[in-house]
């Protein structure tokens, strides 16, 4: 591989935004509330590590130590909400901020993210193209450990919307969530069972319907949508495969003849970019790069055709799923193109990429599935070389492509001609579900992300050997885990889905962390399948123009770029840490302790945090009244929170102390007792009122 150039256009594409640090402290009167220290600015997209320069001065560097554990879940709706059989899900989730969870009147990054899915019922109806439920719940865990729901949304919720019966999502189709109409809130679009697309407000009533696009030849079966502004003027467009639509009324923009988006008999799935960054986004649907008009830019002709063996097509182009990269020395971006059962790289006016004057095609290895069409492409530096290498999921393998091991003779360490390792897997079924990756240590090298037909697995991006493997069942379709800051603590959760199949007997939505909170730090969003995250802001805002994520500067690689496809980042350093203060005040009149909780720090600290107040005299926890307090929202950079304890039967004198998010007494901050948040500081969690004081009781 030849050096990269330096960056030449990445600082005209930067658009600041993202989380703002307070210098002052604000005062909720003692609920725990707290003033959130950020208004919930959102310009555009983020420079995803506040670009290369800015240096986080509180950070916490993970162990190295890989610690999974379930933070929560949802097996179903509550007893009395309605589609209650309706628990199942093999589709890919979104997570965005939907809901004014501080009830402050704004739906910002003050708030809990939410994640959206489709839920169907797999016993009653079977596993596939049949009747799905929108289901939106909070990220934020709840006490009894499970995802509250916000609301769903099935046919009755839409015809009441409408006045049209009988409309149901797809059960395996996709949603794309973001601002389609230009208003400043999020939307939610996803895709009709039967064929058609429709679009909904962030609290769940219909914004509009559109039921004939897409439909017949522009769709196969759980169909994708996405989200950008392809003509760069007003508000974004929704792209379906070769479908564009108007994002404000659901109307036909226009459609494409050429190249759809399908592999095997899953699709479409397409992408949007400015490969020969001419300052245009381009729809990119298989084989195709669209003009903004729709027009053909190019199509390649693929060498191969397809026949019964190679592609379950069923009548369809199976022309490939996609993904944009930079994978040669000059700035022009390439689309990675998986299309039965082997991964093209095509240049930016569609020519193939050359490697030792042969076009770079990396066949998928396969045992005995038959069919190996292989699932959408994720683009990540793996190993951290610098270099981005290719994850694909296809029917008996798990592979990541490096272009590195096209050389002659096969450089030591490649498993097979164009490929770094492969890892057996089982998806005979679907044979193109997706994967994600992300960097959980931020030490510059992607795990894997990835699910089965039987197991929920977290694979080394070196060499693909198991971090974590649990069982889990699926008839798999399109759907892949993903990863992001579903609760707003300021670390990494891992999204994934579940449904009966195979003798399964659980169902729904699992959510991922590490127990030791040493995962790095990540957004608070995950918008579609293609996600990447230049794409979209944190708050759902899409860019008139999307910057090339391939030129976009990065802190967390050795490249120094982002150049990834379906992986997370973090909109500030991954390494960015809270650091937790407190300073403690006494109404002696009733006895009422109050702790101003404060964040120095670099990144957000999660709700729930306990202050605990202690008897110096006894060193024991004070008896507050109703319990242990906690902290009722995420502290941002430079927010405060007044926590208070009221201390009723105290004695006279009393000497206290309070501390934040650490349970021993002293609040030493010991390795033994580092509290739920992990800080760049963990020895300045305390505040201690040197007295005696007298508390005098009220009245």
């Known amino acids: 591989m030849k050096p990269r150039r330096p960056l030449a256009l990445a600082a005209a594409f930067l658009v600041t935004a993202g989380l703002s640090a307070l210098a002052a402290c604000g005062d909720d009167g003692g609920n725990g509330n707290g003033d959130g220290g950020n208004p919930g600015g959102d310009a555009g997209v983020p420079d995803a590590n506040g670009g290369p320069d800015a240096e986080p001065t509180c950070v916490f560097t993970p162990t190295g130590e890989f610690n999974p554990a379930v933070e929560c879940r949802w097996d179903g709706p509550a007893a009395g909400l309605p589609y209650q059989s309706y628990n199942d899900v093999v589709m890919t989730p979104v997570v965005i901020n939907l809901t004014d969870d501080d009830t402050d009147g704004d739906v910002d990054l003050d708030d809990i993210p939410d994640i959206a899915f489709v839920a169907y019922r797999l016993q009653e109806d079977g596993c596939c193209n049949v009747n799905g439920v929108l289901r939106v719940v909070s990220g934020g865990c709840a006490a009894d450990g499970t995802l509250t729901q916000h609301y769903a949304v099935g046919a009755t919720e839409i015809e009441a919307d409408t006045g049209i019966a009988g409309l149901w999502l797809d059960n395996s189709g996709g949603l794309a969530v973001g601002d389609i109409d230009d208003d400043g809130s999020p939307d939610i679009v996803g895709m009709l069972n039967g064929g058609g697309t429709i679009a909904f407000e962030k609290d769940g009533h219909v914004k509009w319907v559109q039921q004939t696009y897409p439909s017949g030849t522009d769709r196969l079966a759980g169909v994708q949508p996405s989200i950008a502004n392809v003509d760069g003027v007003g508000a974004a467009e929704v792209i379906v495969g070769r479908v564009v639509l108007n994002g404000e009324d659901g109307t036909l923009q226009w459609q494409g003849t050429f190249g759809l988006g399908t592999n095997g008999f899953m699709g479409p799935v397409s992408a949007a970019g400015d490969l020969d960054l001419d300052g245009v986004t381009n729809v990119l649907a298989g084989n195709t790069m669209y003009n903004p008009d729709g027009t053909e830019a190019w199509s390649y002709a693929y060498a191969i055709p397809i026949s019964s063996t190679n592609c379950q097509a069923q009548g369809y182009p199976c022309d490939g799923f996609v993904a944009t990269g930079n994978f040669d020395a000059d700035d022009e971006g390439e689309l990675v193109v998986v299309r039965a059962g082997i991964i093209y790289i095509l240049n930016d006016d569609g020519t193939p990429m050359m490697i030792g004057g042969t076009p770079v095609e990396i066949p998928i290895p396969l045992i005995d599935c038959g069919k190996n069409e292989g699932g959408p492409p994720t683009v990540a530096d793996f190993d951290g070389d610098g270099e981005p290498e290719i994850g694909v999921a296809a029917a008996d393998y798990y592979i990541v492509a490096d272009l590195e091991c096209l050389a002659t003779p096969l450089p030591a360490g490649c498993t097979d001609p164009g490929i770094r390792w492969k890892v057996t897997n089982e998806d005979c079924s679907s044979r193109v579900t997706g994967s994600s990756v992300f960097d959980f240590d931020a030490d510059g090298r992607a795990e894997v992300v990835y699910a089965d037909e039987t197991q929920f697995r977290i694979l080394d991006g070196v060499d693909g050997s198991e971090r974590l493997a649990i069982p889990n069942h699926s008839h798999t379709r399109l759907e892949m885990p993903i990863v992001a800051d579903v609760d707003n603590d300021g670390n990494a959760e891992i999204v994934f889905v579940e449904n009966a199949h195979g003798g399964g007997t659980t169902q729904g939505i699992r959510v991922y962390g590490d127990a030791t909170d040493s995962w790095a730090s990540t957004r608070r969003i995950w918008n579609q399948h293609s996600y990447h995250v230049t794409n979209v ?56 302790l109050i702790a101003r909780v404060c964040n120095e720090g670099d990144n957000v600290a999660g709700a729930g945090l306990p202050v605990r107040f202690w008897d110096n005299d006894t060193m024991t926890e004070v008896p507050c009244a109703g319990g242990t307090p906690m902290t009722a929202a995420p502290l941002p950079p430079g927010g405060c929170v007044d926590v208070q304890c009221v201390w009723n039967d105290a004695p006279d004198p009393i000497d206290v102390r309070a501390c934040v998010d650490n349970d021993g007494y002293g609040c030493t901050g010991s390795s033994s007792d580092p509290g739920a948040n992990n800080e760049c500081n963990e020895g300045n969690n305390q505040d201690n009122q040197s007295g005696p004081f007298d508390c005098q009781p009220i009245g």
Do not use: K
């Not at 990834?564 to 350093?573: I, V």
């Open 537 to 592: 802001s944190e708050l759902g805002a899409i860019p008139d123009y999307e910057p090339p994520n391939w030129l976009e500067p990065t802190q967390n690689t050795l490249s120094h770029r982002m150049n990834n496809f379906r992986q997370n980042l973090p909109d500030n350093d991954a390494l960015a840490a809270p650091d937790l203060v407190v300073s403690l005040t006494l109404e002696t009149n009733g006895c009422v």
